[in-house]
């Protein structure tokens, strides 16, 4: 039998049937639902009369709308007082009690970005096809499942039919060779991927990710490079399977348990590329050379390390990519030569499906400790990704730190993100997010967005601008 | 799905890399629990000076006069022309929504993002790539006339020009078949319902927890 990759290995075992032409019916296994993407697709099953082919493969959360403080939370969607956000949850709520679909509420402990929740309840599972009408739906992919986002017409499709009609992807493996340095984390790796081979570089691929400083990863890690694959492109990131991945399910609702699990702990050792399995491109990184990352522009390749100065348009000699840069600089109000950990910031935003999770949140703790947010910051929030996660941040204390620091420590949600609820930021104030795009207006009409890590966002909250955590973490 | 077969409209030059789908509509319209009325708000930050919000009165709002889609000479275009990585980031199917409901047909670039291409061809809006040089021709033309029009022939896959040029462009046989003949493709899956059945049978026994 030829070799195969991963991402091979979980087509070929979804192929309900493949046309000549290529194009093949590809089973589902778990479908994410949350309120903006779904009601269009409900709608379009009820005024066609047709059904959920299998309702016990759908999870639904209401994230993107919720709104994140105290006071708009513990009532329903009563506390939501953008009322067309509240008729969009609301509609949620109904589509699922009407096709019996299991929900999490909004009051729910376990309700969430839908991104954190699904691994957390051990819904997202090594071997599966996982779908949601989201695009960072690659995230799963951290657990060698094949994940990708889809449009409202696909959420549609696969409610009805189970399948998805899909062309295979080519194989692209990114390989981030040994260790990086203390301070640089999950997040400046996919960066510094990014910034490697831009924002359009996985167009048409599956990347799957490998390498010793993946493998290090924890599996909450390789969820934060997997999420990010799509903003290089790839609909899909992968990683192998490996201990890490079982240990982290273990135990969890959704996970099976039993003879079961040890079933499905057996078949899941295939889940990894074999050894000659061709690639149509590979792709290698030095992890030691990759420094805590800033993106400076409007897209996510417009990235650098801490250490760099905003770069020149004039230096680019490809006309679109120079007026690309030109574009950038005005509306992110940088100046070519300035070095990054000169710029001040206004906000900072801590959550996202990229970075709420428990360690994101410890990460920032931790530079939080004992510190106070810089005076020129007029709102650092922490955003937890789920119930579930808030309450095992708060069983450490971390709220506290948070608190006494003068963060804000908010309900889970999307919240700051993309902008739909209240959290967002005004027209030319500055934001260090660990979110996942710095499109123009992403986070508020003319908010200016520079991704980072949990750990430099924290950083630039107390400094007032960006600063190197590695040399915070020599004077500590 | 409206059939696209034979289309002769108006073109619209975009010259930006990397449109992403937060530039094709913004998220505040993104509440919507409908699939249309979002033309007016097509590019929202990029066409009005002042960000816009659900339900207000859009043509009553002051307009970046420079911006492609409120400049005279491009009114009533169908046809997009667009640059590389076109429709990147976001999957929400909203901005295929935004183009289709303003009036777009067609759209022409070097290159698309894999989930707004996947999205156009569910809604009749076909994203037809051509190389970057021929683009660049477009763009150039377009500059030099008053009224630049192209008329697209799905059947034939060609892109013909005012002055009868023709340029050749590649699509899926499945989703030329979807495109011609307006096909929803929901039905079509459901002609292979055994087969699905058939599938779900043999994976619950290698698989169980799959279906738990």
């Not at chain 1, 079961?260 to 990184?285: G, I």
């Not at chain 1, 840069?325 to 990229?354: P, R």
């Not at chain 1, 104030?429 to 986070?443: D, K």
């Not at chain 1, 966002?457 to 590695?470: K, M, P, Y």
């Amino acid at each position: 039998m030829a070799a195969k990759t991963l991402y091979d290995k979980l087509w070929d075992a979804h192929v309900v049937r493949e046309e000549e032409d290529g194009t093949a019916l590809l089973y589902i296994d778990r479908h994410l639902v949350h309120e903006v993407t779904s009601p269009q697709a409900f709608e379009g099953l009820r005024l066609a009369g047709r059904s959920l082919w299998r309702a016990n493969s759908i999870l639904a959360v209401p994230d993107h709308n919720v709104p994140t403080t105290k006071q708009h939370r513990g009532n329903g969607t009563a506390g939501i007082d953008d009322p067309v956000a509240k008729v969009q949850v609301e509609t949620l709520n109904k589509n699922c009690e009407d096709f019996n679909v299991k929900e999490f509420l909004m009051d729910d402990i376990r309700q969430g970005i839908v991104h954190v929740i699904g691994p957390e309840q051990g819904a997202t599972l090594p071997g599966m096809t996982v779908v949601c009408g989201d695009s960072h739906t690659s995230t799963h992919g951290a657990f060698g499942a094949l994940a990708h986002g889809i449009g409202t017409s696909e959420v549609e499709h696969v409610m009805a039919t189970q399948c998805l009609i899909q062309s295979k992807m080519k194989n692209m493996l990114i390989s981030v060779d040994g260790k990086v340095q203390a301070g640089v984390t999950a997040k400046d790796i996919v960066l510094a991927i990014i910034g490697e081979i831009g924002t359009a570089g996985g167009t048409g691929y599956a990347i799957e990710f490998a390498g010793e400083a993946i493998r290090d990863l924890s599996i909450e890690g390789r969820m934060t490079v997997c999420n990010m694959a799509i903003e290089a492109g790839a609909r899909a990131g992968m990683i192998a399977v490996d201990q890490t991945t079982i240990d982290y399910i273990k135990g969890r609702p959704f996970a099976p348990t039993g003879e079961t699990w040890d079933k499905a702990v057996e078949a899941w050792q295939d889940l990894v590329s074999d050894d000659d399995a061709e690639f149509d491109l590979v792709v290698r990184l030095d992890a030691a050379k990759i420094e805590p990352q800033v993106t400076w522009g409007t897209s996510p390749e417009m990235v650098l390390p801490i250490s760099a100065t905003i770069p020149n348009p004039a230096d680019e000699t490809d006309a679109v990519k120079s007026n690309g840069i030109q574009a950038a600089l005005e509306y992110m109000g940088l100046k070519a030569g300035e070095a990054i950990d000169n710029i001040n910031v206004d906000k900072v935003f801590i959550g996202s499906c990229t970075n709420s999770r428990i360690e994101d949140i410890r990460e920032a703790a931790k530079i939080a400790q004992g510190n106070k947010v810089a005076k020129n910051i007029k709102l650092a929030m922490v955003v937890p990704g789920s119930g579930l996660v808030k309450h095992q941040a708060e069983e450490e204390g971390l709220d506290k730190i948070f608190i006494d620091a003068g963060f804000e420590w908010r309900e889970p949600g999307c919240s700051m993100c993309l902008a739909m609820n209240a959290d967002r930021l005004e027209p030319g104030e500055r934001c260090a997010s660990t979110s996942n795009r710095n499109f123009e207006g992403r986070q508020g009409q003319g908010g200016r967005t520079h991704l980072v890590s949990p750990a430099m966002a924290a950083a630039a909250a107390i400094h007032g601008h960006f600063i190197d955590i590695r040399t915070l973490a020599k004077e500590a | 799905m409206e059939k696209f077969t034979v289309h002769k409209g108006i073109v619209v030059p975009l010259d930006r890399a990397n449109v992403d789908t937060d530039a094709i509509i913004p998220k505040q319209y993104l509440k919507s629990v409908k699939k249309s009325g979002f033309g007016p708000t097509l590019f929202d930050d990029w066409r009005y000076k002042v960000a816009g919000e659900p339900g207000m009165d859009h043509s009553k709002r002051e307009l970046h006069k420079d911006f492609v889609l409120n400049q005279a000479r491009y009114q009533g275009g169908s046809i997009l022309l667009a640059r590389e990585n076109f429709g990147c980031g976001s999957s929400r199917e909203h901005a295929v929504w935004a183009l289709t409901d303003y009036g777009f047909r067609t759209i022409i670039a070097p290159s698309y993002a894999d989930i707004f291409f996947n999205n156009s061809f569910k809604n009749g809006l076909l994203p037809i790539v051509l190389s970057e040089q021929i683009v660049d021709a477009i763009f150039s033309e377009i500059a030099s006339t008053d009224t630049y029009e192209l008329t697209i022939d799905l059947e034939k896959q060609e892109v013909i020009t005012p002055t009868g040029e023709v340029f050749s462009f590649e699509i899926d046989a499945f989703r030329k078949h979807c495109m011609l003949n307006g096909l929803d493709d929901i039905g079509l899956t459901l002609q292979y319902a055994d087969d699905i059945r058939a599938y779900e049978e043999k994976r619950k026994q290698e698989a169980p927890w799959l279906f738990a």
